[in-house]
T-cell receptor, first 116, second 111 residues
Framework: DAGVIQSPRHEVTEMGQEVTLRCKPI?????LFWYRQTMMRGLELLIY????????DSGMPEDRFSAKMPNASFSTLKIQPSEPRDSAVYFC??????????????FGPGTRLTVL | DAKTTQPPSMDCAEGRAANLPCNHS???????VYWYRQIHSQGPQYIIH???NNETNEMASLIITEDRKSSTLILPHATLRDTAVYYC????????????FGQGTRLTINP
């Protein structure tokens, strides 16, 4: 299994540009999570999906951020327009069916975003 | 959700046991203790979790006090590859989708 796949691994863009981050969860997992990590705020959950449906987006900082999961094998996190304060490492994670036991979240390698 | 308190940093000699403490004095009866770690530049990785009994797996042991207000993660024979930030998280097992990461403990294993 290739694990959670994220692309691109690094992204450098200019303020005002649209940025799209991509994630392919582990096959068979039904939950997908987007996190953001900065030195100031640490690792924080932005949004998560169950069965392709957004369940909780309370962590999304503002309307400039949007996330979609059109199918079980793909998700995007879009920032439009981007700002320098969006610079961070963005992680995607996936998780299998919870049932009555704990299934851990598997994290991807992250996308390091720099907005100039 | 209950909050956790961890020391910001710790050092341990290679080959020795690393003991990472976590305080969670407001933990509820249906809340579990989870541990994840993050090696530099990588995504977090699950280690272990427990409710009230001590737990052990191939990576570590988890010791939870009888009153459940604190716990200790034990890496029995630390190696240089165990250098990472270790996060202690408290949540319900059904609600453990929303992992709330604190600042964690930065563990440095010294040769």
């Amino acid at each position: 299994d290739a694990g959670v796949i994220q692309s691109p691994r690094h992204e450098v863009t200019e303020m005002g540009q649209e940025v799209t981050l991509r994630c392919k969860p582990i096959s068979g997992h039904n939950s997908l999570f987007w996190y953001r990590q900065t030195m100031m705020r640490g690792l924080e959950l932005l949004i998560y999906f169950n069965n392709n449906v957004p369940i909780d987006d309370s962590g999304m900082p503002e309307d400039r951020f949007s996330a979609k999961m059109p199918n079980a094998s793909f998700s995007t996190l879009k920032i439009q327009p981007s700002e320098p304060r969006d610079s961070a490492v963005y992680f995607c994670a996936s998780r299998g069916l919870a049932g009555g036991s704990y299934n851990e979240q598997f994290f991807g390698p992250g996308t390091r975003l720099t907005v100039l | 959700d209950a909050k956790t308190t961890q020391p910001p940093s710790m050092d341990c000699a290679e080959g020795r046991a690393a003991n990472l403490p976590c305080n969670h004095s407001t933990i509820s009866g249906n809340e579990y203790v989870y541990w994840y770690r993050q090696i530099h530049s990588q995504g977090p990785q699950y280690i272990i979790h427990g409710l009230k009994n001590n737990e052990t797996n191939e990576m570590a042991s988890l010791i939870i006090t009888e009153d459940r207000k604190s716990s200790t993660l034990i890496l029995p024979h630390a190696t240089l590859r165990d250098t990472a930030v270790y996060y202690c998280i408290v949540d319900r097992i059904q609600g453990a989708q929303k992992l709330v990461f604190g600042q964690g403990t930065r563990l440095t294993i010294n040769p």
